[in-house]
């Protein structure tokens, strides 16, 4: 019975585009690609050199097949500024199959006439303002996990393991664990009973992320099928843990009649006050740092002691958005939680993960770091505070420029409920929109010269002009400075995370770069590496070398 629906499905998808290219009356893709499939692998192997062929071939408008549904990508300003930016006559969504499968309910992104009043929460949960209360327990898990790594350096350093007279660590699967932690302890702070082990239910996390984006096909031993599996088994220990949380949100709903605005100003008012509560304890602790006690880079890193005062901030603003979408059960609240964990965990993993090996990649860049960090240490001293990360202009220079050359998200996903016209192709509604970050950072006019004979702009092509492609001091300067920038979102839909995720990899990049040179053990990884749903290394190619400054 799957397989037929699988059939049905791409015979409609292959209708369905024969139809909408003839109606266009314009070709906007080859006349010919694989079945389902269509350009996933072109696009996992070389998404920037893919996507600017194309847009060469094609212009501004053309359609993509992956995995299994066919997007248009629309790299046209004037287009974007109404449908992207502003919103205009489409929705806010992730429209892939497995993805809505896993988190069940859409994200209140979506909800067009509460967007303003849900992401004004939001931002007091994760945003700016947010940040000096969720500084140290951030410090406390990074520090642990950034002592495990200088630990089994050392270890392999004294007697253990190659890697030149220095230690070696596998970071992708660390920058992981790493993200788990941050989004389960602090960001998300899931409150747990003590019969349940928080290091298994971390495990159930990362199975269910990795159905998120994938074929949608629950075939017995597939990603998904476990994924499900998984989300079954965390929605069963969720739902009793968050019992007195969701009965106390719910009542405050009734008493403000279930006015979406009163209630965001009631969640802000308590999100304030955890602020202050959060400083006391955070005082009379000594700060929040250091933890990591053995147990090795596997170990479950324990719930940091800013928990209970920062628990369910991101959480109660996606309930915030729910109950505005009148879906106001416990389930829902659990599943609240798991979109709160999707947004934090996987964000925090391929950012940290990207600027990691870039950094190692480039000894120039890492000096860079470290001569900014001695100045940072002399005017500041060596402990690290929320005021102390915000002044390292060229590391973060280092991360945004990471994010501009190897974007690891689409950058804008829109669904059309009205038609839009772009020059002479008018796309339909219900299509599928995508406004690659790679494409757009190609043609940055800000970066490129217009030239379309080469196979990708040079300030794009760390391949074959590394040192030239990767340079963060071009965000110092405005003359130099890009204008576009779409990794993390645009306009009014940007992810509301984004500065807690600079905080966290400076955080974690200052700390290692302070006591380490660090050195790409296979130099081709990312030649090696795929690119969707988000940049993974080939198997054994992302061990980074850790040698002592």
């Not at 799957?2 to 314009?26: C, F, P, T």
């Not at 939001?122 to 209360?133: E, I, Q, S, Y």
């Not at 500065?499 to 081709?524: C, N, S």
């Amino acid at each position: 019975m799957d397989y037929m629906q699988l059939l049905v499905g791409l015979l409609a998808i292959l209708l369905a585009s024969i139809l909408l290219l003839r109606s266009s009356g314009k070709r906007l893709s080859p006349r010919f690609r694989v079945p389902l499939l269509g350009d996933t692998i072109k696009m996992a192997k070389r998404p920037a050199e893919f996507l600017f062929s194309r847009f060469k071939e094609f212009g501004p408008v053309f359609t993509l097949d992956l995995m299994g549904s066919t997007y248009w990508v629309v790299a046209d300003m004037d287009a974007q500024r109404r449908f992207l930016y502003r919103t205009e006559g489409a929705s806010a969504e992730i429209p892939i199959k497995s993805f809505k499968m896993l988190t069940e309910l859409p994200s209140p992104n979506s909800d067009r006439v509460n967007h303003a009043t849900w992401r004004k929460a939001t931002m007091a949960a994760v945003g700016p303002h947010a940040l000096h209360t969720l500084f140290p327990p951030v410090l406390e898990v990074i520090r642990a996990h950034a002592d495990r790594w200088t630990q089994q350096a050392q270890q392999q350093q004294g007697g253990g393991g190659g890697g030149g007279g220095g230690g070696q660590l596998q970071i992708y699967r660390a920058c992981r664990k790493l993200g788990l932690d941050l989004s389960v302890d602090v960001v998300a702070g899931v409150d747990l009973p003590q019969s349940v082990d928080r290091g298994e239910f971390k495990k159930q996390v990362e199975v269910w992320l990795d159905g998120l984006f994938v074929l949608p096909l629950a075939l017995p031993g597939t990603k998904l099928a476990r994924a499900m599996a998984a989300k079954k088994w965390l929605l069963a220990t969720l739902m009793p843990a968050l019992s007195d949380v969701h009965g106390r949100f719910s009542k405050q709903w009734s008493q403000v009649g279930g006015d979406m605005a009163a209630m965001s100003e009631l969640l802000i008012q308590q999100l304030d006050q955890q602020e202050g509560d959060d400083m006391g304890a955070s005082s009379s602790s000594g700060g929040g740092g250091g933890g990591g006690g053995g147990g090795g880079p596997e170990a479950a890193a324990p719930a940091p002691q800013g928990q209970q005062q920062s628990l369910f901030r991101l959480p109660q603003a996606v309930m915030l958005g729910f109950f505005g979408l009148k879906a106001t059960g416990l389930r829902e609240s659990a599943i609240a939680v798991l979109q709160a964990v999707a947004a934090a965990a996987d964000t925090t993993r391929v950012t940290l993960f990207t600027v990691l090996a870039l950094v190692a990649m480039s000894p120039r860049v890492q000096e860079e770091i470290f001569a900014e960090q001695q100045k940072v240490i002399a005017e500041y001293g060596s402990e690290l505070s929320y005021k102390v990360v915000s002044d390292m202009p060229y590391l973060e220079a280092v991360v945004k420029e990471a994010m501009r050359l190897l974007p690891p998200a689409a950058g804008g996903m829109r669904v059309l409920s009205e038609p839009l016209t772009v020059g002479d192709v008018t796309l339909p509604t219900g299509a599928l929109l995508l406004s690659y970050s790679f494409l757009m950072h190609c043609i940055d006019p800000a970066l490129w010269d217009g030239d379309t004979s080469v196979d990708v702009p040079a300030h794009m092509d760390w391949r074959n002009n590394f040192e030239g492609a990767f340079r963060p001091e071009r965000w110092l300067s405005e003359e130099t400075k890009p204008k576009y920038y779409y990794t993390f979102g645009v306009g009014k839909h940007m992810c509301a995370g984004i500065h807690l995720v600079y905080m966290e990899v400076k955080t974690m990049v200052a700390l290692l770069v302070r006591k380490h040179r660090l050195k790409l053990q296979t130099p081709d990884m990312f030649e090696r590496a795929t690119w969707l749903p988000f940049t993974t290394p080939a198997p054994g190619t992302d061990t980074v070398l850790f040698e002592p400054r």
